[in-house]
Each structure stands twice: as structure tokens, then as C-alpha cells.
């Protein structure tokens, strides 16, 4: 039996489709959504449709494996980006779970799982997008440490 001030989260509750998202602003989730969609099938002419030229990207779990030390920008920066996912991980897979919105902002919270160097990896993650005329300008993940089970 749970403690009546038990504040902890239940999986019994089921949770509402605007649940973080109480103006119902979808158009920004949706775009956020795509990218993640179409970085799961490494489809990165689909994500170009959803990012923006000048956009900038920090995403330092994988820039500092591949040696980087400044953020991907633009078109050619998530080219650059693809490119070291593929050179550096053996497999990566990012779990985008809790979307919350504000407007032209989008908050995930999940984790990655993936293989580099043979090794296991398993993160718990945070991701912050900025979202500008139905399109991403910037990103920027904050590594949350090991993912428990």
C-alpha cells in the first residue's frame, strides 16, 4: 500500500495525450517528434526537412567521442553529425520518452542505449530544442548519467 503523501509517480496512472503540454501546442512536439523519427531509421534527408540551415547542435556524447569540441551547425553539421554516429558508435538508439512544451521550446526527457568500442552504453538523457517557423534551430542534450533498471 503507498503512503498517502507518496508524491512518487505510478505506472497505474494513466496519463492524459496534452500531459506536459496544457496550452496543446502539438505543431512544435510534432517537429521534434519527426526528428527523432527519422534519426531511428537514419534517414537524414527526411531530418533536414525539420531542422533549420543555420541551426546549431550540441550534442557532445557523441562530438566528444568523434574528437569535437565545437557544436554541429547547419545542414552540413548534422551531415557531420550522421557521419560520426556512424564512425564512432557500433549501434546508438536514442529514447525519447517525456515531451513537455512551451512555446517554441520543446523539453525530452528519455535515455540512449548503444554500443561503442564493443562497450555498453546506457544514459539517461535530456534533450532542449528550440523550435522556430515549424523547424529546429537549436539543440542541446545534458547527459543525466547511468540509467538504472
Not at 50 to 65: N, W
Not at 98 to 127: K, L, N, Q
Request: hydrophobic share 40%; charged share 30%; glycine share 8%.
Amino acid at each position: 500500500m503507498r503512503h498517502p503523501c507518496d508524491l512518487s509517480p505510478s505506472r497505474e496512472v494513466e496519463r492524459p495525450e496534452y500531459y506536459g503540454n496544457p496550452a496543446g501546442l502539438t505543431e512544435d512536439i510534432d517537429v521534434v517528434r519527426a526528428i527523432y523519427d527519422a534519426f531511428a531509421v537514419r534517414d537524414l534527408d527526411l531530418m533536414l526537412a525539420f531542422v533549420d540551415p543555420d541551426c546549431e547542435i550540441h550534442l557532445v556524447g557523441t562530438a566528444r567521442k568523434a574528437g569535437r569540441t565545437e557544436p554541429y551547425r547547419g545542414h552540413a553539421g548534422m551531415r557531420e553529425y550522421f557521419a560520426d554516429v556512424e564512425r564512432v558508435w557500433d549501434d546508438l538508439t536514442l529514447h525519447a520518452e517525456d515531451f513537455r512544451v512551451i512555446p517554441g521550446s520543446v523539453i525530452v526527457m528519455g535515455h540512449v542505449t548503444g554500443t561503442t568500442g564493443g562497450e555498453p552504453v546506457r544514459r539517461s538523457a535530456i534533450w532542449t530544442w528550440r523550435i522556430r517557423d515549424g523547424r529546429a534551430v537549436h539543440v542541446k542534450v545534458a547527459d543525466m548519467g547511468d540509467r538504472r533498471e
